[in-house]
C-alpha cells in the first residue's frame, strides 16, 4: 500500500510560521496531485490546499490563501505546506492527502473535495499565545 506520513507541525505563536511535509512511500502509484486537509476537534475535516502533478495548478481555501503556500517536489513524491501569519484558527491536526486518478472535468470538484485515494494519519498544529 503506499502511505502518506505528515511531519512539521508543533507549536508557533500567533503570527509565527510552520512548514509542513509530507511524503509518499510504499506501493508506487501514478501521483496526479496532493493535498492538505485540516480537522480541528468539533469539526468537519475541511480542505486548506492543494497542487496538481500535471502542471503546477494550485488550490487555496479562502481561510489562507496569502498566507499558506503549498508546493512539491516531483522527483520525491513530497508535497510540502508553508504557513505564515498563522492564527489560533489554524489549530488543528493536517492530513495530507493524495490522487491516484486524473481529473478530466472541474479540478475545483477533483482537489478540494474528498477525491483523493490515499491518506496520512495527520500532524498537530497547535497556535497560541
Known amino acids: 500500500q503506499a502511505k502518506l506520513v505528515e511531519s512539521g507541525g508543533g507549536l508557533a505563536q500567533p503570527g509565527g510560521s510552520l512548514r509542513l511535509s509530507c511524503a509518499a512511500s510504499g506501493r508506487p502509484f501514478r501521483n496526479y496531485g496532493m493535498g492538505w486537509f485540516r480537522q480541528a476537534p468539533g469539526k468537519e475535516r475541511e480542505f486548506v490546499a492543494a497542487i496538481t502533478w500535471t502542471d503546477s495548478t494550485t488550490y487555496y481555501s479562502d481561510s489562507v490563501k496569502g498566507r499558506f503556500t503549498i508546493s512539491r517536489d516531483k522527483d520525491k513524491n513530497t508535497v510540502y505546506l508553508q504557513m505564515n501569519s498563522l492564527k489560533p484558527e489554524d489549530t488543528a491536526e493536517y492530513y495530507c492527502?493524495?490522487?491516484?486518478?486524473?481529473?478530466?472535468?472541474?479540478?475545483?470538484?477533483?482537489?478540494?473535495?474528498?477525491?483523493?485515494?490515499?491518506w496520512g494519519r495527520g500532524t498537530q498544529v497547535t497556535v497560541a499565545s
Open positions: 492527502a493524495a490522487r491516484a486518478a486524473p481529473c478530466f472535468s472541474d479540478g475545483v470538484a477533483c482537489y478540494t473535495g474528498r477525491g483523493y485515494d490515499y
